[in-house]
């Protein structure tokens, strides 16, 4: 099946850094998306992104399909910015199941 | 507009329970998830439906059953718990992936479950 890597697995910031997070995924996939887990353990959709970039405030992607990956960037971070961050991918198949990365986890200190 | 409800949020079982998750969307989405989340690892599917009536079986289905009686309801039920199966359970729903671009899955706020 298909392999989704996800680096670096822990980041560390001080407020108001820069950072990206990069997805890499072993096969062509339907759709990538990006999820926020916070420290209460709820995910977040961030963006819904299977070819080229989006924004939304602080933070952007881009999913290059056909080399297969994806970046996630954060930028001014935020402590509110902490927890998990997801990458899942869509096998092929059309059936919506999503293959999910093992996370990077960020901690922004103040 | 609720999203995707599931409960309970908390459940502490004995070996050798039954219970049932239940999950619910007021999106009309067809599609229905059925995840788990284990310390430390992402989300892995256990079983999926891709309409009312119907459902497969996701990467780690063993020791699960599910059922989607109606639309709007995906239930997750183990009948005989086990310690392996302490997790957080996640539910999510989404419409068609075979429609129009821009169709993410919408999750639950999870549910804790602790097998002794």
């Known amino acids: 099946g298909i392999q989704v890597e996800q680096s670096p697995p822990d980041l560390i910031l001080q407020e108001g850094a820069n950072s990206t997070l990069r997805c890499n995924f072993s096969?062509?996939?339907?759709?990538l998306q990006w999820f926020h887990q916070n420290p209460w353990g709820q995910l977040i959709n961030l963006f819904y992104?299977?070819?080229g970039t989006k924004q939304n405030g602080r933070l952007s992607a881009t999913t290059v399909a056909t080399e297969r990956y994806s970046l996630l960037y954060i930028s001014s971070s935020q402590t509110t910015d902490s927890g998990v961050y997801f990458c899942?991918?869509?096998?092929?198949?059309?059936?919506?199941?999503?293959?999910f990365g093992q996370g990077t986890t960020l901690q922004v200190k103040p | 507009n609720a999203g995707v409800t599931q409960t309970p949020k908390f459940r502490v079982l004995k070996t050798g329970q039954s219970m049932t998750l239940l999950c619910a969307q007021d999106?009309?989405?067809?599609?229905m998830y059925w995840y788990r989340q284990d310390p430390g690892m992402g989300l892995r599917l256990i079983h999926y439906?891709?309409?009312?009536?119907?459902?497969a079986k996701g990467e780690v289905p063993d020791g699960y059953n599910v059922s989607r009686l109606k639309k709007q309801n995906f239930l997750l039920g183990l009948e005989s718990a086990a310690p392996s199966q302490t997790s957080v359970y996640f539910c999510?729903?989404?419409?068609?992936?075979?429609?129009?671009?821009?169709?993410?899955?919408?999750f639950g706020d999870g549910t804790r479950l602790s097998i002794l």
């Open positions: 999510a729903s989404s419409r068609d992936p075979r429609g129009p671009s821009n169709q993410p899955q919408h």
């Open positions: 096969d062509s996939v339907n759709n």
């Open positions: 992104i299977p070819s």
């Open positions: 899942a991918v869509e096998a092929p198949g059309n059936t919506g199941k999503l293959i």
């Open positions: 999106m009309n989405h067809e599609y």
């Open positions: 439906s891709v309409g009312e009536g119907t459902t």
